[in-house]
Every structure is written in structure tokens, then in C-alpha cells.
């Protein structure tokens, strides 16, 4: 099964900083990888589909890079309302996706 | 309004079995994959099962094979979850999801707001 460490666990930052979150796959996987946010109390919602195309309707300083086995979603000018922890899944090994284990962003 | 709303989470002893339901709503459920995804309390998400949009390709995580069965009724809108031999650490909120592919899973873009299974004595 592909496993999928994701960096940092946590990390606090401020309004208008630039945040990097990584996920690195324990093998190949093209660029089969979504990227979610999930706030408290709530369902998880997709930011990034295919490593890097925005889902729709989802605030352009978000975004993803990557492919193969090293991705990366990065948060331009983090805003109040980006306070939350983010996913990535991995769905290359179909029929058995992976989440990484995820990255609470906080506020400093 | 795309909606899905899962159903049938509960207290249950360990051993025992229980059966989860997600109604599907403003879309054609027939055309897409679906998933059971869970979140044990204060923990990450978990993919725990999905399946295709004609049931042809299931897949499960370790944690829950041999013991969970995902189904889909598509004449009902409605994805299924039988859980049996159930474990304390299958206690988790479990998410209905849609794919969005039909047959070969790329990811969930719709998502439930989940319904609660606690595994206790």
C-alpha cells in the first residue's frame, strides 16, 4: 500500500504570511493527488485535484505543485478564515486511496 | 442542492454489528463512485471503503476488510456500510462521499456531514 507522510503536523503562522504544507508518497503516483481543508466540527472540503488545478470556486492563493512522489500546497497571504488542518489523498493505487496524516495550521 | 446524509451510526458493543446509510441527493447517484470515509475523535480522516458506480470495483482499507461490506442501491440513491466484528477503534465519525469519477476513483468532492459510531461496553 502507498503510504503518505505529510509535513508538518502543525504550524502556527500569521495573517498575510505564505504557508507550504508536503506530502511525500512512499512511491510513485503521477500527479493522483487532492488536497482538502477540514475545519472544526465540519466536513472536509477539496482545495486541489490532480496535484494542481484548482477545484472550482476555491480562493486563488491556494495552491499545488508536485508530481511523482513529492507535492506541496501552498497558502498565499493566509487569511483568518485559512485557520484549519489540511489533507492530502492520494488515489493513484486505485481501488485503495490514502489520506496524509495532516497539518493543523494555527494562528501565532 | 447536492446532498448526502448519512444515517444509522449508534452506540454498540463490541463484537456487535451495525449498518450505515447515506441518502444521496441533487445529483444522478448512478453516475458516480462513492466512498465511506471515518475520523476517530481527534484524529485524521481515514478512507475506509468505495465503490464504483455499477458495484464492479470495491476496495476496502486493511483496518475494515473481511469485516466491512460497502454496497450501493442505485434504484434508492442510496451507499450502504454493513459493519460487523466491530472494534473500540472503529469508533469514529464515518462521512459518505462522492467520487468524482464513476469507475475509477480520483478523489471526493461532495461530502455528508457524517454520522457517529461509538464502539463500547
Known amino acids: 500500500d502507498i503510504q503518505m507522510t505529510q509535513s508538518p503536523s502543525s504550524l502556527s503562522a500569521s495573517v498575510g504570511d505564505r504557508v507550504t504544507i508536503t506530502c511525500r508518497a512512499s512511491?510513485?503516483?503521477?500527479?493522483?493527488l487532492g488536497w482538502y481543508q477540514q475545519k472544526p466540527g465540519k466536513a472536509p472540503k477539496r482545495l486541489i485535484y490532480?496535484?494542481?488545478s484548482l477545484q472550482s470556486g476555491v480562493p486563488s492563493r491556494f495552491s499545488g505543485s508536485g508530481s511523482g512522489t513529492e507535492f506541496t500546497l501552498t497558502i498565499n497571504s493566509l487569511q483568518p478564515e485559512d485557520f484549519a488542518t489540511y489533507y492530502c489523498?492520494?488515489?493513484?493505487?486505485?481501488?485503495?486511496?490514502?489520506f496524509g496524516g495532516g497539518t493543523k495550521v494555527e494562528i501565532k | 442542492e447536492l446532498q448526502l446524509v448519512e444515517s444509522g451510526g449508534g452506540l454498540v458493543q463490541p463484537g456487535r454489528s451495525l449498518r450505515l446509510s447515506c441518502a444521496a441527493s441533487?445529483?444522478?447517484?448512478?453516475?458516480?463512485?462513492m466512498h465511506w470515509v471515518r475520523q476517530a475523535p481527534g484524529k485524521g480522516l481515514e478512507w475506509v471503503s468505495g465503490?464504483?458506480?455499477?458495484?464492479?470495483?470495491?476496495g476496502y482499507a486493511d483496518s475494515v476488510k473481511g469485516r466491512f461490506t460497502i454496497s450501493r442501491d442505485n434504484a434508492k440513491n442510496s451507499l450502504y456500510l454493513q459493519m460487523n466484528s466491530l472494534r473500540a477503534e472503529d469508533t469514529a465519525l464515518y462521512y459518505c462521499?462522492?467520487?468524482?469519477?464513476?469507475?475509477?476513483?480520483?478523489?471526493?468532492?461532495?461530502w455528508g456531514q457524517g454520522t457517529t459510531v461509538t464502539v463500547s461496553s
Open positions: 489523498l492520494q488515489y493513484n493505487s486505485h481501488p485503495h486511496l490514502t
Open positions: 441533487g445529483f444522478r447517484f448512478d453516475d458516480y463512485a
Open positions: 512511491q510513485g503516483i503521477r500527479n493522483d
Open positions: 462521499a462522492r467520487d468524482t469519477s464513476s469507475n475509477i476513483f480520483g478523489g471526493m468532492d461532495v
Open positions: 465503490i464504483s458506480w455499477k458495484s464492479g470495483i470495491i
Open positions: 490532480a496535484a494542481s
